[in-house]
Each structure stands twice: as C-alpha cells, then as structure tokens.
C-alpha cells in the first residue's frame, strides 16, 4: 500500500505481523489480534495515530464480505473504547 512507506518501520513490522496474523480470520477473530498489536507497540512505546489505525483497518478489510467489514468496524468501535480507558 503506497500509504505505508511513510510509517516508521518498526510500526511496519507490528503491523505485517498483524497481518499475518489476521490472515483469513472474521471480523470478530479481529479484536484481540489488533488489541495485542496495539499494546505491543504501546510497551514499546510506539503509539498509532488514528490516521495509521485507518490505514490498518483498510488493509485488514481487503477481500472481505461487507457483513465481515461491517464486524471489524464494530468491534474496532468496542475495542478503540476499551484502549481509551485502559490508556488513561
């Protein structure tokens, strides 16, 4: 994604191995892979601006049914919350 060649490397990273990850999982298998991506990167004090998060979660929506996008968008919502707090 010609996106991407502007994030820092090391985001590049958590996020391939998201990818590989999330590879051929549901909207709902989603949340916990995208949860640890981001509290890996948060211990390692990397921190995602929502324009990268966007990024991801288009990369992550790629090929699937609008039922599945429609999945990740909700638990995103319901996971993003959840980060806010745990964050604070």
Do not use: W, Y
């Not at 994030?7 to 640890?36: H, V, Y």
């Not at 998060?53 to 919502?77: H, P």
């Amino acid at each position: 994604n010609p996106a991407m060649k502007n994030i820092d490397p090391a985001k590049l990273e958590l996020i391939r191995m998201a990818a590989e990850r999330t590879s051929g999982k549901s909207g709902r298998d989603l949340a916990p892979i995208m949860l640890a991506l981001i509290t890996n990167a948060n211990k390692q004090g990397i921190r995602f601006s929502p324009d990268e998060v966007s990024l991801i979660l288009e990369i992550l929506k790629k090929g699937k049914s609008k039922e599945e996008q429609e999945q990740i968008d909700r638990t995103i919502k319901m996971t993003s919350s959840l980060l806010q707090k745990h964050q604070k």
